[in-house]
């Protein structure tokens, strides 16, 4: 089978409008902005002069990216360059490569790829809100227990200094450490 070709190992050229808003999703391909609230996705049709395929409108950007890999795989088959790399394989394939087909296969696998989008901000922010739990990191790691045990080893007193008999090299460069000075 052959590699499948990414929109992200391919770069969108820059668009050529310089008076106009830019409406292009930065990343996606085929997929714009309307309104500023929805994402829609059209595609050229290579096999009738060029004609463009409306493929739908949507909440999110990456549904209409899904939209557009389905359509992009019916007409330019494996030399496609999609959205996304498991598009070749999950999405579902259009039964013809005609207009109407391919938009009901879009409509499919963008509606496989829908969350909690379309419902309101209050709903998403308790949504949130209820999928945070609480989690003692105190009690996992038992840091009261870890404090008890520095504040113990702080309470016990040094070791004894053992003076090394000298050996009977003078140059030895073993001299002993001294580890506490008890002269302060």
Known sequence: MAAVRVAADYP?????????????????????????????????DPN?????????????PEMAA?????????FRG?????????SAWRLPVPVSAEAGDVRKAAALAAEMFR?????????????????YCFVDEEAIFDVHGLIAGLAEGLLIPPPDYVQAEEEEDEGSCFDPLILWNYSI
Request: glycine content about 4%; hydrophobic content about 25%; aromatic content about 8%.
């Open 48 to 60: 009738r002069n060029s004609r463009r395929i409306w493929l739908g409108s949507y909440p999110t």
């Open 78 to 86: 494996v030399s496609a360059c999609l959205n996304f790399a498991d």
């Open 12 to 44: 969108k050229k820059r668009a050529g409008r310089r008076v106009f808003k830019e409406t292009r999703h930065p990343v996606y391909r085929g997929v714009r902005r309307r309104n500023n609230d929805k994402w829609v996705c059209e595609l050229r």
């Open 115 to 131: 969350g909690c989008e379309d419902s309101n901000d209050e709903e998403k922010e308790e949504k949130k809100r209820s999928t």
């Open 66 to 74: 899904r939209a557009h890999d389905v359509a992009a795989l019916a």
